[in-house]
């Protein structure tokens, strides 16, 4: 019996797994701003994701890390602030102005994928999420 409860004890002490997230950002117009990245669940999509970052935009390829995600589904997603306001700029219609993009490289038809069309399986490691801004 003490020896179960030991490995109990010890099984609980064990650091939670947690992975790493590198997203790779394409397209990026150098000297223009910053990008933004976020990294959510199902249930925080397009709204205050769980994890985010802002960088410096760098010609060609911006590249975010995120450490310590726990292991799961989650859904990336990225825009090129240029204007340095902290949001995707629209037009009168609602329709993005600055450049954005999401994991899977997907797409919505009339508005934002869903958060099944970007989502990845992310594991233990290191994780690479392309994201190539349009």
């Known amino acids: ?3 179960l409860l030991l490995s109990c004890t010890l099984l609980l002490a064990l ?7 590198e997203v790779r950002v394409t397209k990026v117009a150098g000297g223009k701003g910053k990008v933004n990245v976020a990294v959510c669940d199902r249930e925080r999509f ?11 935009a760098v010609a060609g390829e911006t590249v975010v ?3 310590d995600i726990p292991p799961g589904t989650w859904a990336v997603l990225a825009y090129q602030d240029e204007n340095g306001n902290n949001q995707l700029d629209r037009n009168f219609l ?3 102005t600055e450049n954005y993009g999401f994991s899977r490289d997907a797409a919505g038809r009339f508005g934002p ?14 994780t690479v999420a392309p994201i190539e801004l349009h």
């Open 1 to 3: 019996m003490r020896h």
């Open 15 to 21: 650091p939670a797994s947690a992975a790493t997230v």
């Open 46 to 56: 397009l709204k205050q994701c769980a994890y985010s970052a802002s960088v410096p």
């Open 65 to 67: 890390s995120f450490k």
């Open 94 to 96: 609602g329709i993005p």
């Open 113 to 126: 994928p869903g958060f099944d069309d970007a989502a990845i399986d992310v594991r233990e490691g290191t």
